[in-house]
């Protein structure tokens, strides 16, 4: 069974500096990975997802995610954050030709200071 | 496409009352998914439909916990006899795995916030 990991539980920066929420998983076989946020009283929405091709995929909002498969990673990263990016990120996984029900990490609260 | 949508937003019951949620998914999406999701933690799978068969239950969902998706459409979660334990949010999602070559996202509602006392 594939699991996710994301060790930061909390993640505080200041506004306009670079973050990075790390993501981990183990699995077997081949992945789809995804990058979902979750607002305060809301339900999940996708930022991005990684299904195949280039390793590098970014969101509309400024942020950017790399598939490294050696290490098993999906770490999404920002250069320059906004106070509007305060939020909690939770990372995912599917295994491809499986019943595509994905495995969610627990969730990195990132909170930007002015 | 008004996305999907959950009904109640919150439901507040004392304990041993039973409760129905409602998830309208998205129209085209022939999966629905139910989570549970408690305070610090990702969403945890509870069970899933295919059109208006249930494929998979997860451990979590407990002989008092049931869903429905009668047409295929919308769905019901019902939890029976409910325990200050079931207080959580409850998110349901859909997804089309297949679509346009992709479709393994998902869309998630709102969800219900239970709160058992």
């Known amino acids: 069974a594939q699991s996710v990991t994301q060790l930061d539980s909390q993640v505080p920066v200041f506004e306009e500096a670079p973050v990075e929420l790390r993501c981990n998983y183990s699995?077997?076989?081949?992945?789809?990975l995804f990058w979902y946020v979750q607002y305060p009283n809301q339900g999940l929405q996708l930022l991005l997802k990684?299904?195949?091709?280039?390793?590098l995929v970014e969101s509309i909002n400024g942020f950017e995610a790399e598939f490294n498969k050696s290490q098993t990673s999906f770490h999404l990263r920002k250069p320059s954050v906004h106070i509007s990016d305060t939020a909690e990120y939770f990372c995912?996984?599917?295994?491809?030709?499986?019943?595509?029900?994905?495995?969610f990490g627990r969730g990195t609260s990132l909170i930007v200071h002015p | 496409d008004t996305g999907v949508s959950q009904d109640p937003r919150h439901k507040i019951t004392k304990r041993g009352q039973n409760v129905t949620f409602r998830c309208d998914p998205i129209?085209?999406?022939?999966?629905l998914y139910w989570y549970r999701q408690t305070l610090g933690q990702g969403p945890e799978f509870l069970t899933y439909?295919?059109?208006?068969?249930?494929?998979?239950k997860s451990r979590l969902l407990s002989d008092r916990f049931s869903a429905e998706r009668p047409k295929g459409s919308f769905s019901t979660l019902e939890i029976q006899r409910t325990e200050q334990g079931d207080s959580a949010m409850y998110l349901c999602?859909?997804?089309?795995?297949?679509?346009?070559?992709?479709?393994?996202?998902?869309?998630f509602g709102p969800g219900t916030r239970l709160t058992v006392t």
């Open positions: 999602a859909s997804s089309s795995p297949g679509l346009a070559g992709g479709g393994y996202e998902q869309y």
């Open positions: 699995s077997s076989v081949s992945v789809y």
């Open positions: 990684y299904l195949s091709g280039s390793t």
């Open positions: 995912a996984v599917i295994l491809s030709g499986g019943s595509y029900i994905p495995t």
């Open positions: 129209s085209e999406h022939n999966r």
């Open positions: 439909f295919q059109n208006e068969a249930q494929l998979e």
